[in-house]
């Protein structure tokens, strides 16, 4: 090899494997410091990509999760009203069956009366109460489905459609109109209770007895809502599972694409610490080599 001045070849060579050990310490570190072996584009482009879509995917999933479990709170305080709504029908049923029973008088039918009404008062308070999040939900404000965003996508299979009739009006009118027949076609709160004490006010009229299976049609109706209720519900439960399920796997696979493995990434940094410092040292002396021209002068 030729004893040279302006070029040192040696030199060269050491520098260049000095820039790649100080890069490859740059990157062990950077890997160790951040826990990712993906960092930049240019580490894995591919990756990279994969890895953004799945972080998306992911957060959506958050989302989804927290979207699912709002709709079973709402669908459990439904239930719970419902549930109130089905123990007064109940006691106006019973009051009802009580006053058919023939022996008692103006007196005791008009205090059969009374609570009936109060039950059905009570009923009407309770479904104009019955809110979730700004919804009223027995007052007839919703006039479609309800759809529940549980999945990543805009298509059915990422939405679970909460039916209108769950939330159907609940009051006693609309009630007792819709669902049953209350003599005399007076399906008001006041309407209702006459009709159930058979007492109107100024004498008995009798019919008690018939009003047992309007009742019951209603308290059908009320029952009907909540078996579907229930089916949604075990809808929402799945689709939690689901959820996370999906999230646990891409979130190992995304670990598995971009995690740095620290025990590899220390053995590199050691092999390029090594590495930069012999180069450190070699180029001190490829620096020193055209000065042996001189002995030859």
Known sequence: M???INTNISSLIVQRNLNAATNSLNQAIERMTTGFKINHAADNAAGYSIATN???QLGSLD???????TGADMLTT????????????????????QAANGTYGSDSLKAIQSEITARLEEIDRIAANCEFNGINMMNGDVNDDIN???????????????????????DTETLFQTYAT????????????KACSGYDGTKITGGQAAMLDEIDKVINEISSRTTTLGAAQNRIESAMESISVQSENITSSLSTLRDADVAEESSNYIQAQILQQASATLLATANQAPSIALSLL
């Not at 239930?79 to 106006?92: A, F, G, M, P």
């Not at 209350?182 to 209702?192: M, Y």
């Open 2 to 4: 030729a004893l040279t």
């Open 54 to 56: 799945w972080e998306t």
């Open 63 to 69: 989302v989804a999760a927290d979207n699912a479990a």
């Open 78 to 97: 439904l239930e719970d009203t419902y549930s109130l709504i089905s123990s007064h029908l109940q006691r106006v049923r019973d009051l009802t069956e």
């Open 148 to 170: 529940l965003q549980v999945g990543l996508y805009s298509d059915t299979n990422s939405q679970i459609a909460l039916v209108q009739e769950l939330f159907a009006a609940s």
């Open 182 to 193: 209350v003599p005399g076609g007076d399906n008001s709160i006041e309407g209702v209770a």
